[in-house]
């Protein structure tokens, strides 16, 4: 089965104002859809990051690759590297460090993720099957829970409302509860003074008693007030994720503190991990197919991490049902995944380029899809809107500290900021 054609689509769709250490979410999120085409007729889908910069990369790449068998993945990963050349500069500064290989792998595994579809098409068999077979039916997700203002400065309030102090941020896990029937709950922190986040997690602890709770400041604490919010938190943190920058810095936090430390940012890359285990500075390592290079490398990478006693969990970024299907599937094939994933779906609002009734939440997991490849069908309609808002929306990289800094002109995203 040789590549025919491939499709590259940008689209945007409705972000609400969710607050982070970088400052907060655009009005419209941005993701890229790729489509390849065989010869035989078979389609497989794709989904990426959208900025300019990296969708061009896309484009130039989606060029080269016409005329590889669906199957010579290491062929189509060489071509990709010796076009994408140096380092793609991560411009929101949420997932990490950009090195030279996660800028190949991040263009890379949008491309494999779609060969991925079709070879599970051309067998019969899903995607998860391709991977190893299910270690799980569902996979558990966690309601991510963000610090947000009621709606767009100039726009009405959306229906999430506002979320600024303990009371809003309990309101706001009680609201996808209900709706998603998650059974754990994450909070993205580094947006108030640790002492008042700390303040919201006792908040929900006694709101949800024995619900697990994770918090992910994004790197914005020193060490010192690392170590101080860790021992504060002793007993109701599953894990804390990413309190301060670097291996060298989250290694002398997860000595001093109660419970493992989680990271998608001190590691990014398969050469982070040798430091990372050796000077032990994490527990918990958060996978994404997006920057570790699709699925089969992620799987292999969750392997090294079973081999040193390292945990998973899953990290997540504004996406679409695509990304979701591929992490479901992803998850569902790996059994040292124990730890529920991330997800920004809820904050979608029904936003999707798939045809509905493929995906769904049930008791806060998603059911592996049951169809061929990743089992979910793109929807036309859909994706020429979100394409012709993508045109309009006048966004072309994703910068939540300008945006931020056009409210609070004072704004910085500087490491370390308490």
């Known amino acids: 089965m040789t590549i025919r054609e491939i499709r590259v689509t940008p689209v945007a769709f409705r972000d609400p104002p969710l607050l982070n250490a970088a400052g907060v979410h655009e009005p419209w999120a941005l993701r890229t859809i790729v489509e390849v085409v065989t010869d035989e007729g078979l389609t497989g889908l794709g989904e990426t990051y959208g900025d300019l910069g990296h969708l061009g990369k896309v484009r130039e790449c989606a ?144 709101a949800f008693p024995g619900m697990p709770l994770r918090l992910d400041p994004n790197a914005v604490w020193s060490v010192e007030t690392s170590i101080r919010v860790g021992r504060e938190l002793e007993g109701t943190l599953q894990y804390l994720e990413d309190p301060t920058a670097e291996i060298s810095g989250m290694s002398e936090v997860a000595a001093a503190v109660p419970m493992p430390l989680a990271t998608n940012m001190c590691v990014v890359t398969p050469e982070h991990l040798p430091p990372a285990i050796a000077s032990r500075a994490i527990g918990v390592l958060l996978l994404d197919h997006h920057y570790w290079g699709g699925l089969v490398r992620s799987s292999h990478i969750a392997t090294l991490c079973d081999t040193f006693g390292l945990s998973l969990s899953m990290h997540s970024n504004s996406h679409l049902g695509i990304s979701l299907a591929a992490m479901t599937h992803l998850a569902a094939a790996t059994p040292n995944l124990t730890f529920a994933c991330d997800t920004h779906t809820p904050w979608q609002d029904g936003q999707d380029v798939v045809v509905p009734g493929s995906l769904r939440f049930v008791d806060g997991a998603v059911p592996v899809p049951a169809g061929p490849g990743l089992g979910v069908e793109l929807d036309r309609d859909a994706l020429a809107r979100m394409n012709e808002q993508y045109e309009k929306c006048g966004i072309v990289a994703r910068d939540d500290t300008t945006y931020m800094q056009r409210f609070e002109p004072g704004f910085t995203a500087r490491k370390p900021r308490w």
Not at 73 to 89: C, F, L, P, Q
Not at 172 to 183: H, P, S, V
């Open 63 to 206: 060029k080269s690759l016409i005329g590889l068998d669906v199957h010579d993945m290491n062929t189509m990963y060489a071509r990709i590297g010796a076009i994408v050349g140096g380092v793609v500069s991560d411009l929101h500064g949420l997932t990490g460090a950009a090195t030279k290989e996660k800028s190949v792998d991040r263009v890379f595994a949008a491309f494999e993720v779609a060969c991925l579809d079709i070879r599970g098409k051309a067998a019969g068999v899903p995607v998860v099957d391709l991977l190893g077979g299910k270690a799980r039916d569902a996979v558990p997700y966690s309601a991510y829970l963000f610090y947000k203002w009621a709606g767009h400065p100039g726009e009405e309030p959306d229906r999430f409302g506002a979320a600024l102090d303990e009371a809003g941020i309990v309101e706001q896990a009680a609201l996808l509860i209900k709706e998603y029937g998650f059974q754990s709950i994450k909070l993205k922190g580094g947006v108030f003074p640790p002492d008042q986040e700390i303040a919201a997690i006792k908040a929900l602890r006694e």
